[in-house]
């Protein structure tokens, strides 16, 4: 059951420009449409989107290789932050990218990013490493791996999605 009644649902390539919009609103350095449509036109990339309304209120994609899949980004618009978006795309992604076969899931997310750090561990992450002056501002990355044949078991399926507060950046 998705986080709080909210609804996943997969992106296609004419959701680009509302992805786009999403990813301006969380990001310094913002994905554009033509970028967004060609990694959700490519076979090994999953992504989900949620709306409200018909606006999209964030979205994650992630791309697969071999039994390995990676968080490319996750994004929640900030008037809609803490309402479990974060939490149901992932439990969506996850839900599929298992099918697909792989078992260990990937990200970098800014060591700052407290909230995002809660989700992640929320529900099973562990630090693999860490990438000095990652982003732009100099911002250091923690890399975080979820093995997935131990994703979304019932220990981990508490409501800590109140601490969802931004993006993955």
Known sequence: MPAGGIVA????????????DVHAACFASPWDAELLEVFLAAPDCVCFLCAEDGAA????????????AEILTLAVMPEARGMGIGRSLLEAAIAVLKSRG?????LEVDEENAAALTLYRGLGA?????????????GDAAILSLTLDEALTDERLGDD???EQGPSR
Do not use: I, Q, S
Not at 9 to 18: H, K, S, W
């Open 9 to 20: 649902r997969p992106a296609a390539v004419e959701d680009a420009d509302a992805l786009a």
């Open 57 to 68: 209120t964030g979205f994650l994609l992630t791309r697969m290789a071999a039994d390995e």
């Open 102 to 106: 792989a078992k260990h899931l990937f």
């Open 126 to 138: 562990k630090p693999v490493g860490r990438r000095a002056a990652y982003y732009a501002d100099g």
């Open 161 to 163: 999605r109140l601490a």
